[in-house]
């Protein structure tokens, strides 16, 4: 019966499908940690204002296209193949025999990256003019205002878009089997090439995959909330000027929120 | 007189639109200058073209003596000579009160933070905004908001403060409140220019007052001359149809 074969099944191979589960989590939190960053870095390039003249513009046009290029083609072709041509495609140019692993890594990270590069640039187009004006106003240059300014709304914004992306991780990291990852899809069809059930093993592997995509959501969720901080804030009427709010913690709150 | 800021032949285009057309205009030290004319003059792109929110298409900015639209000139450092009020407030919505008026002065003036919270403090003292630093910009009102973009501005200590209607987005009961901050700004000396449809706040407060009228200075001299005894047909239409109106 399918259900003892479960425990069976369980019972006899637990390590490895945890150890197939940590390494689907592991690549998927560095793919999307790195490709978040990769993102924010290519937002950020592909906003600088166009120069009207000079080397720099040609520089900056250059630069562009190649940003453009890197991500159209990573968009626009599976990772399956992408892993495919650049773990073999680095042992045939390169001649460097790239670790599974790091190669896993790599994949994930760089694909992770040309879509986030585009979230990342609408979270930048999206944030009112004004914003920027204020900090160029003030004497900000771009990175400056990016950093200080325009980003940290950026990344509260597009929270949800890289949890999506981190979940979306979670379940295509599956494919590095065929680059023989010892991800959990790769583990559970070595488990199931022993036993012959197909069914019951895949259903282990696809309750776990579950789990994590579940808990992921949660937990980010937890965390929208939290960034977008307490409605309320605290009346400051100390005579000592500089404190930190958590120095001001035992002081009046201030409930009239006003609403503009 | 010292003259703050120096602009000769400025011309700014949008496309074929000629917004502004040869301004010959100037700022003198611890002068308040309002600007007033009717929409769609130019006031607006005249005070983004001196702090450079716009391009100019022609002309010259002369600060310290010196062109800064020639090439190589440091803008950035210009800009935290001006201190600009905008109509919509624009405040840094990731951070507090406070920390609005601390963020420029340490990326950009290098200031510590101490120093610059010591700073930031005293302007938020003056606009009557010290007891709400930890306020968030969504948790206040039009009139607060801009009280604290007006510290906010102040904090870099500019030799220059520009403001582009700085009441136009508040409700009425409000406008009063961010006036009275102007007006005992302008008391301390401080060189101020102020483009406000305010006409009373202008007559009062104002050294001298330009009036714009389609992309040139139509008009300039003191409150009183423009008000009273205006010598331009059009300055008198204006204010015709704008002092109706109040
Ligand atoms: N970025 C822009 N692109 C194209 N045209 C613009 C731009 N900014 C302003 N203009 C045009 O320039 C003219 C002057 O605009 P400006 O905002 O300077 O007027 P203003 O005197 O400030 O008017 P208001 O009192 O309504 O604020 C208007 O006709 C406007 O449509
Ligand atoms: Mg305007």
């Known amino acids: ?260 | 007189m010292e003259k703050v800021i120096d602009i000769q032949h400025l011309r700014k285009s949008f496309g074929t639109h000629e917004v502004l057309k040869d301004i010959d205009f100037s700022v003198n030290k611890g002068e308040v200058v309002c600007i007033i004319g009717s929409s769609g003059s130019g006031k607006s792109t005249l005070l983004r073209c001196v702090n450079l929110l716009e391009k100019p298409s022609g002309g010259q900015i002369i600060y310290n003596g010196e062109n800064i639209l020639d090439d190589g000139h440091n803008i950035n450092e210009y800009r935290t000579k001006l201190g600009m009020v905008f109509q919509q407030f624009n405040l840094f919505n990731n951070h507090n009160v406070l920390n609005n008026c601390v963020v420029g002065q340490t990326t950009v003036l290098k200031r510590s933070e101490e120093e610059a919270k010591e700073i930031a403090m005293k302007y938020l003292k003056i606009v009557e905004m010290d007891q709400y630093i930890n306020a968030k910009p969504r948790q206040l009102s039009g009139g607060q908001k801009q009280r604290v973009a007006i510290a906010r501005a102040l904090s870099m200590e500019p030799d220059v403060m520009l403001f582009d209607e700085p009441t136009s987005a508040l409700d009425p009961e409000m406008v009063g409140e961010v006036l009275k901050v102007m007006k005992d700004l302008a008391g301390t000396g401080l060189t101020m220019l102020i483009v406000t449809h305010e006409m009373e706040f202008a007559k009062e407060v104002a050294d001298r007052v330009v009036f714009m009228d389609e992309g040139i200075i139509a008009e300039e001299g003191r409150p009183e001359e423009i008000f009273n005894n205006p010598k331009e047909q059009r300055t008198k239409e204006f204010l015709k149809r704008t002092l109706k109106r109040m």
């Open chain 1, 1 to 260: 019966m399918s259900f003892d074969w479960i425990i069976n099944i369980i019972s006899n191979n637990w390590p490895m499908f945890l150890r197939g589960a940590g390494m689907t989590l592991y690549i998927s939190i560095i793919g999307t940690i790195v490709g978040t960053i990769i993102g924010l870095l290519v937002g950020v390039i592909r906003t600088i204002p166009m120069p009207d003249v000079g080397v720099k513009r040609v520089v900056l046009k250059i630069v562009n296209i190649v940003l453009s290029i890197y991500i159209e083609i990573f968009r626009g072709t599976p990772m399956i193949v992408q892993a495919m041509v650049i773990y073999y495609g680095s042992a045939l140019a390169l001649g460097v025999d790239m670790n599974r692993l790091t190669a896993a890594l790599f994949i994930v990270s760089v694909n992770t990256g040309a879509y986030m590069s585009e979230i990342v640039r609408g979270g930048i187009v999206s944030i009112d003019k004004g914003q920027f004006e204020a900090a160029h106003a003030i004497g900000m240059n771009h990175v400056q205002t990016m950093k200080n300014v325009v980003l940290p709304q950026v990344i509260r914004n597009i929270l949800p878009a890289t949890g999506n992306e981190f979940v979306i991780n979670i379940k295509d990291t599956s494919v590095l089997n065929v680059i023989s990852v010892t991800e959990l899809y790769f583990q559970t069809k070595s488990i199931s090439g022993n036993n012959f059930r197909y069914f019951e093993s895949f259903f282990v592997a696809c309750v776990l995959y579950f789990i994590m995509t579940f808990t992921v959501t949660r937990i980010l969720r937890y965390i929208e909330r939290k960034l977008d901080g307490p409605e309320n804030y605290i009346m400051y009427a100390n005579q000592m000027q500089v404190e930190t709010p958590e120095d001001i913690m035992r002081k009046t709150k201030y409930n009239d929120v006003k609403q503009h």
